[in-house]
């Protein structure tokens, strides 16, 4: 890290992600401003964390958000079994780049997909048994969610390639075990009502990025597990799980 002129301490890299074609070629980087995460949005997941699913979009409520640090970024590669927990699980997700900036003011939905500029799939691993007792006592979630190397991700590919994002699985192998899989044809709050929602929250801006939910099958992560995590055959997420540093 270097400190630039004026600054009092060197200041950390912007995390960026790679951004390929569908062929694999190399077309840059995308630097990433802020994490969004969508939770409960597979009922499958949601029915198996306890919550109770909604029968149709009428009853569907409000979004549940919550966020990790930019910096949470792990591209293509190992992550560290993190400490203060011993029940690390996996949560396979599609996520969506915005390359432009929001306008002032509740973006209507008609318009969302506008600031849509890649895909990809990530993990939002989770300490889940911090999570768990934060909930319990009514407390937020960030120590079981937004710590370091909590969001492996893949390289992004442009929208304009991907087309119809209701047609592609989200898949996740672990150790060659298949643990989760869905169309992403059953959220319950597709991308551009996910937008609508978040831009009554937050001004959002090109380099966000928006963690989109799982679907049913979280599990445990082991030191020595390695993971395969799929959005259809568009691009993937590959890597494993570390001791922990000492």
């Not at 802020?34 to 919550?51: P, Q, S, T």
């Not at 560290?80 to 690390?88: E, H, V």
Request: hydrophobic share 45%.
């Amino acid at each position: 890290m270097d400190a630039s002129a004026g600054d009092l301490v060197a200041a950390s890299p912007t995390p960026r992600l790679p951004v390929r074609d569908l062929a694999g070629h190399a077309l840059g980087t995308f630097p990433v401003r802020r994490i969004y995460c969508v939770g409960r949005n597979f009922a499958d997941h949601a029915r198996e964390m306890g919550a109770v699913a909604p029968a149709s979009k009428a009853e569907r409520g409000t979004p549940v958000f919550f966020m990790k640090p930019a910096d949470a970024i792990v591209v293509d590669g190992d992550v560290a079994y993190p400490p203060g927990t011993r029940d690390l699980h996996h949560e396979v997700e599609l996520v969506v780049a915005l390359g432009r900036d929001a306008p002032v003011g509740e973006l209507p939905v008609a318009e969302a997909s506008a600031l849509v500029f890649a895909y990809t799939v990530g993990l939002d691993l989770t300490r889940r048994d911090l999570q768990a007792a934060a909930k319990a006592k009514g407390l937020p979630w960030d120590t079981g969610k937004g710590f370091d190397q909590s969001a492996p991700v893949g390289a992004l590919v442009p929208a304009s390639a991907v087309g119809d994002l209701a047609g592609l699985q989200l898949s996740l192998e672990v150790n060659g075990e298949r643990r989760q899989q869905s169309g992403l044809d059953q959220l319950i709050w597709d991308v551009p009502e996910i937008l609508h929602e978040l831009s009554k929250l937050y001004a959002l801006r090109a380099g966000d990025l928006v963690f989109m939910g799982t679907p049913a099958g979280v599990a445990a992560l082991q030191p020595g597990d390695r993971f395969h995590a799929r959005l259809g055959a568009i691009t993937e997420c590959r890597g494993r799980i570390l001791p922990a540093a000492v």
